[in-house]
């Protein structure tokens, strides 16, 4: 659960914690449409009936999003929460200066 809390930060767009206390392997399988597609596939000049495919994947413009499918796929609830959160900070880079 682990892992599939940090593939899912990126698209959540923010950092998600694993809060399920399960550990083991999962083999998950999970179907969403991503936002920023729902809007170009409904739009699309594609006949009507047909739906786009993506890698192989059909992409279906009415699928649900990525919190929902979480939740009725997969029995999991993203909540928003403050926490703490390792950083790295940069003060500065300089090139390396020649030998």
């Known amino acids: 659960m682990a892992r599939l809390a940090?593939?899912?930060s990126p698209r959540a767009g923010r950092l998600v914690q694993d809060d399920t206390d399960l550990s083991g392997t999962y083999d998950v399988d999970l179907r969403w449409t991503p936002d920023e597609l729902r809007e170009?596939?409904?739009?699309?000049?594609?006949?009507?009936?047909?739906?786009?495919?993506?890698?192989?994947?059909?992409?279906?413009?009415?699928?649900p999003g990525l919190f929902t499918a979480l939740q009725e796929q997969l029995?999991?609830?993203?909540?928003?929460?403050r926490g703490r959160a390792d950083v790295l900070v940069i003060d500065s880079v300089q090139q390396p200066s020649p030998d």
């Open 40 to 63: 170009r596939l409904l739009r699309s000049d594609l006949p009507p009936g047909t739906l786009p495919q993506f890698n192989g994947v059909t992409l279906d413009p009415n699928g």
């Open 6 to 8: 940090e593939m899912l």
């Open 75 to 81: 029995g999991l609830k993203l909540e928003a929460a």
